[in-house]
């Protein structure tokens, strides 16, 4: 059911698993219509589902990503490579150990590019190159982050070097054992590099995600809250399950 009057129009679906095979399936059929998309991706539980669907399209031979490339939202610094809980490691563990992309691409150090403060710049130029992102996925915040657009980023941030908000980094404590080992910071595509994208879809599941949802949709569009900045896009979708609708639907 698309939710009336919705400021950023919204499907609520019964369950999370029919999200993501629209999501999903409308991927394969951009794919389908053009081999050489260029996919944004993120990490965190919600894509998983669709990472899984756009698998077992591949598995089952009805889509191929050898021709297509990928931008991630972001990535932590001060990781080393190939550290288990890096967003890199995330992805290949999800997706790109089994769809192979022709190319992968993450806002992060590297040889070619050491000096954190050069990736945003090197990272931008790298998705002007290839055409720009034609399909954003995104996930949110608990305090309305996108990527790692913490609130108080600006509406113009580009690909830059961000300090990760204590709240951030209380909630990815577990995946590091504690939240003194958590980087404290990231390299996040800005909040203009994601309105930049051709389209944009958001996903946002479970009872926990209730309020954000709600403020997504009906705080002030401010950096306070820097998902309120979805509004406006001209094609942004938000996928969310009835728990996730709860705070907007009663
Ligand atoms: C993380 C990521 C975001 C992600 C968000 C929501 O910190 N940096 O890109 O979208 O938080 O995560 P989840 O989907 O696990 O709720």
């Given amino acids: 059911m698309w939710l009336d009057g919705a400021s950023v129009p919204t499907l609520v679906v019964d369950a999370r698993a029919d999200a993501e095979r629209i999501v999903a399936d409308e991927i394969v059929a951009l794919l389908r219509e053009n081999p050489a998309l260029v996919l944004g991706l993120a990490t965190g539980n919600s894509p998983v589902g669709v990472y899984r669907e756009l698998c077992a399209a591949q598995a089952a031979g009805r889509v191929s990503f050898a021709n297509a490339s990928t931008f991630n939202l972001d990535e932590y610094l001060e990781l080393p490579g190939g550290d288990p809980r890096s967003f890199r490691r995330w992805m290949e563990e999800h997706l790109f150990d089994r769809v192979k992309p022709r190319a992968v691409h993450m806002p992060e150090c590297t040889a070619l590019q050491p000096e954190p403060a050069r990736v945003g710049e090197a990272y931008e130029r790298l998705i002007q190159a290839a055409g720009g992102i034609d399909v954003q996925l995104l996930g949110i915040g608990r305090n309305g982050h996108i990527g790692f657009n913490e609130p108080g980023a600006p ?66 569009v401010s950096s306070a809250c820097p998902v309120t900045f979805l509004r406006g896009h001209p094609d942004v979708k938000l996928f969310v399950d009835r728990e996730a609708a709860a705070a907007v639907t009663r």
């Fill in 155 to 220: 509406r113009l941030s580009r690909t830059r070097v961000v300090e990760l908000h204590p709240a951030t980094r209380e909630l990815a404590a577990s995946a590091f054992g504690a939240i003194a080992h958590v980087p404290k910071r990231a390299i996040t595509m800005g909040v203009a590099t994601i309105l930049a994208a051709r389209r944009i879809r958001v996903l946002a599941f479970g009872a926990g995600k209730a309020e954000i949802v709600k403020r997504a949709l009906v705080d002030e």
